[in-house]
């Protein structure tokens, strides 16, 4: 079973960038598509990027694209996302997560990281 730990959450201004990292254990990555989602009480878990298990095609929620970037590095059994041009509005508990599928469904995922908090002010 593999394990997913989420970091690099934190404070930053509008308009900032952060990069998440979501470092996996105890199986490679590469079985696996994956995908990032955030959370903030209260609500649903929001889909936000997809990626194959090759790194390409990726996919994004309409609100993040042009903004975030998905990426892998299969190698280093780590996902990444890079969040540019941050708005209040993304301020959320970020998860990720391993499918086998084209998904964007939460429910349709299967192993999820503990999320790390990442908050935009204005």
């Known amino acids: 079973q593999v394990q997913l730990v989420e970091s690099g959450g934190g404070l930053v201004q509008a308009g900032g960038s952060l990069r998440l990292s979501c470092a996996a254990s105890g199986r490679p990555i590469s079985y696996y598509n994956m995908g990032w989602f955030r959370q903030v009480p209260g609500k649903e878990r929001e889909f936000v990027a997809w990626?194959?298990?090759?790194?390409?095609?990726?996919y994004y929620a309409d609100s993040v694209k042009g903004r975030f970037t998905i990426s892998r590095d299969n190698a280093k059994n780590t996902m990444y996302l890079q969040m540019n041009s941050l708005k209040p509005e993304d301020t959320a508990v970020y998860y990720c997560?391993?499918?086998?599928?084209?998904?964007?469904?939460?429910?349709?995922?299967?192993?999820w990281g503990q999320g790390t908090q990442v908050t935009v002010s204005s």
């Open positions: 997560a391993t499918t086998q599928s084209l998904v964007f469904d939460p429910n349709r995922y299967d192993v």
């Open positions: 990626i194959s298990q090759a790194g390409a095609p990726t």
